[in-house]
C-alpha cells in the first residue's frame, strides 16, 4: 500500500491527484450518509417504547410539529414520512457521489494509459529500437490496467474506510470499552491475515504480469508470422503455447481471489465466537433484558455494515498489493531519460545551399564503433545515392541526416546551424521513404493522409498515386479511396507497399527527398517509372540502393565500407574506378 501511495506522483499528473483528494471527500460524505441511516435506526431501537415523549422534547422535531400545527395523533406518522424524505435523498445523493467516483477512476486509468503512451513517443529511435514492442505494448494495454484497478480500487477502501471509522466513533459513544476491545480484534486480526497472504499474492501478481507479457509476445508473433504457422502446419503448437500463458493467468487470478476471500470465514468464526462472550458476559450480569436487547440490536446493526466493510478494506488492500509489479513496470518506464532532444524554439532551419556532416563519430549502444570521423557535404540540387554491402553503415547515415539518432561526437548543420538548435524545423526539409512501408488498418485515404495536417481534394490524391505507380493496381480495390486495407492484405505486394510510401512522400512535397532501400522489392519497371516522376519532382535526393539500375537518376555516390566512407565522387567516375561499382554493374548485367 506504501508502495503504491508512494508511486502515485510519479504516475499521475497534478490535476489527477487534486481529485483523488476530491473523490476522497465525496466517499467521506457518502458514508456520513450512509451512517446517518444507521443512527436513526439506532435511535429509534433505543427509544421505541417512548418515541413520542423523546420527539416532543427534542427542539428540531418540537419547532417542526409547531409550525405545522399537528395533532399529537400525527407526530409518528410526521416523524417516518421526515425519514422517509431523508432514505430517498440519501440514495440520490448517494448514486450521485458513486457515479462519480467510478467514472472519474476510469478517466484517471485513462490518463495514466495517455501518460505511458507520451512517454513511449518522446523516446529516441535509439531507446526505442532496443525494446521489443510486445514489452511496450503490455505496459500500455496490462500494466496501465492493472493501475488504473488500483486507483479504483484505493478509492472504494477508503470509502468503506471512511464508514468503519465512522461506525465505530457512533459505537465508542455507546459502549466504549466493549467497542474499542472489539476493534482493536477486528483490526488486529485483519492486519495479521493481510500480512501473511501478502507475500503469496505478490508472487501471484507477478506470474500474472509475466504470463500476460508473455501472451502478448506470443499473440504478436503468431499475427506477424501467420503465413509461416499456416504453411508449416505449426497452429496446434501456436495454440497449446497460446493455452499455457492463459493457463498461467487463469491459475494466478484464480489464487489471488482465493487468497483474498480466505479472510471473510476466518473472521465470521471470529465474529461468532464474540458473540459466544457477549452471550456470556450478559448471563453473569445484572443488565435488564431491554439493555441487552438494545446492545445485541446496536451491534448487530452495526455488523451489517462494519463486517462487509472490513472485507472490502482487506481485499481492496490486497487487490493493491498483488499489483505492485505493475506499478514498478510504469515507474521504470517514466522514469527513463527522455532520450528525445525534439523541440521548437521558434528558429527555422530551412536548407537554401548545404548539409555537411563535420567529424561524426557514432556507435549503437549495444556495439562498437560504426562511424568515425566521417566528413561529407550535401548540397542543394545533389541526387546522391548511397552504396554499399548490408550493414556497411547506409542505414545508419540516413537516420543521422534525418536527426532521427546523434552522433557521439561531431556536428551536423544546415546552412551553417546545427540541426541540434531545432530538429521539428530541420525535418521539414524532408520527405522520407523508408525500407519498410507499414500499411495502416484504415482507408487507403487515410493511409495517404497518414502524416499529414490538413484535408486534400481526391484529385490531388489521385495525382499521388498516379506519380508513386499505385495507377497500376489502384484499379482492384473496388472502394477506391475508402478501401479498406491493412498491413496483412494479401492482395498488396511489397512493391506495392513501397508505392504508398512514395505516394506518402509525395504528397509531403519537401526541398529534399531521402529514399532508403525504397525500391527494393519493386521490379525494374515500376522502379524506373517511379524514379523518372522522383528526379522531375525533387531536386535534392539522397538513395540508398543495392539496385545498379538506379544509379543512372544520380550525378553522385557516397560509398561506405564497415562504417567508413571509402568514396564520394561522380557516378562517371566510380564507373572507371572503383571496384565496388564496377561489381554492382557486372552482376547487374550478368
Known amino acids: 500500500m506504501l508502495f503504491f501511495l508512494k508511486s502515485l506522483p510519479d504516475l499521475l499528473s497534478q490535476s489527477d491527484i487534486k481529485k483523488i483528494i476530491f473523490l476522497s471527500l465525496a466517499s467521506l460524505f457518502a458514508a456520513i450518509i450512509e451512517v446517518s441511516g444507521i443512527l436513526i435506526i439506532s435511535f429509534l431501537i433505543i427509544n421505541y417504547s417512548n418515541l413520542e415523549i423523546f420527539l416532543n422534547e427534542t427542539y428540531f422535531f418540537s419547532y417542526l410539529i409547531d409550525f405545522f400545527n399537528l395533532d ?195 473472521v465470521d468464526a471470529l465474529i461468532l465466537s464474540i458473540l459466544v462472550v457477549i452471550l456470556i458476559f450478559f448471563s453473569f450480569s445484572q443488565s435488564s433484558d431491554t439493555n441487552f436487547l438494545s446492545t445485541v440490536s446496536i451491534y448487530g446493526l452495526a455488523a451489517i455494515k462494519i463486517l462487509p466493510a472490513f472485507q472490502n478494506i482487506f481485499y481492496y488492500a490486497q487487490q493493491i498489493s498483488a499489483r505492485e509489479v505493475n506499478f514498478q513496470n510504469l515507474l521504470n518506464l517514466a522514469g527513463q531519460s527522455n532520450g528525445s532532444i525534439n523541440h521548437d524554439n521558434g528558429k527555422k532551419l530551412t536548407f537554401n545551399h548545404e548539409i555537411i556532416f ?51 561526437l561531431g556536428s551536423i548543420s544546415i546552412d551553417q546551424s546545427n540541426i541540434l538548435e531545432n530538429l521539428i524545423s530541420y525535418r521539414e526539409n524532408f520527405s522520407y521513404i523508408p525500407q519498410k512501408a507499414f500499411i495502416l488498418e484504415a482507408t487507403l485515404r487515410e493511409n495517404l493522409l497518414i502524416n499529414l495536417d490538413k484535408s486534400y481534394q481526391d484529385s490531388e490524391l489521385i495525382e499521388w498515386i498516379n506519380q508513386s505507380g499505385m495507377d497500376s493496381f489502384f484499379g482492384n480495390f473496388k472502394d477506391g479511396l475508402d478501401s479498406i486495407i491493412s498491413e496483412t492484405n494479401q492482395y498488396i505486394s511489397g512493391g506495392e507497399k513501397q508505392c504508398f510510401a512514395f505516394a506518402r512522400a509525395f504528397a509531403q512535397n519537401r526541398p529534399i527527398l531521402v529514399i532508403d532501400e525504397g525500391t527494393a522489392s519493386m521490379d525494374k519497371k515500376l522502379a524506373n517509372k517511379i524514379m523518372q516522376n522522383t528526379i522531375v519532382k525533387y531536386e535534392t535526393i539522397i538513395c540508398s540502393t543495392h539496385q545498379a539500375h538506379m544509379l543512372k537518376y544520380f550525378n553522385k555516390a557516397i560509398i561506405f565500407e564497415k562504417g567508413n566512407i571509402t568514396a564520394i565522387d561522380s557516378i562517371d567516375n566510380l564507373k572507371r574506378s572503383n571496384a565496388f561499382v564496377q561489381n554492382m554493374l557486372m552482376n547487374e548485367s550478368s
Open 358 to 408: 563535420k567529424d561524426i563519430n557514432y556507435s549503437h549502444q549495444s556495439s562498437s564503433m560504426l562511424f568515425r570521423d566521417i566528413n561529407c557535404t550535401i548540397a542543394a540540387g545533389d541526387k546522391i545515392v548511397l552504396l554499399g554491402r548490408s550493414g556497411s553503415g547506409k542505414s545508419t547515415f540516413i537516420d543521422l541526416l534525418l536527426g532521427i539518432i546523434s552522433p557521439d
Open 72 to 266: 399529537s395523533r400525527y407526530h409518528i406518522l410526521f416523524f417516518g414520512l421526515l425519514i422517509m424524505i431523508y432514505i430517498v435523498t440519501s440514495i440520490f445523493i448517494f448514486l450521485a457521489i458513486m457515479k462519480k467516483v467510478t467514472f472519474s477512476t476510469q478517466r484517471i486509468s485513462r490518463n495514466i494509459k495517455i501518460k505511458m503512451i507520451e512517454v513511449i513517443l518522446m523516446q529516441s529511435w535509439s531507446q526505442i529500437s532496443q525494446k521489443s514492442y510486445s514489452d511496450n505494448i503490455s505496459k500500455i494495454v496490462n500494466d496501465t490496467h492493472q493501475t488504473g484497478f488500483a486507483v479504483d480500487c484505493f478509492l472504494r477502501l477508503l470509502s468503506k474506510l471512511w464508514l468503519a471509522l465512522l461506525i465505530f466513533i457512533g459505537l465508542l459513544l455507546f459502549n466504549p470499552i466493549f467497542t474499542t476491545a472489539l476493534a482493536l480484534i477486528l483490526t488486529s486480526s485483519y492486519v495479521l491475515i493481510f500480512f501473511f497472504f501478502r507475500s503469496f499474492l505478490l508472487t501471484s501478481g507477478k506470474e500474472i504480469s509475466k504470463a500476460s507479457d508473455s501472451l502478448i509476445k506470443e499473440l504478436n508473433n503468431m499475427l506477424g508470422f501467420f503465413k509461416e504457422i499456416i504453411f508449416y502446419n505449426t497452429q496446434s503448437k501456436v495454440s497449446t503455447n497460446l493455452f499455457n500463458y492463459s493457463d498461467e493467468i487463469a491459475k494466478a487470478t484464480g489464487q489471488n481471489l482465493y487468497l483474498t476471500n480466505i479472510p471473510r470465514f476466518l
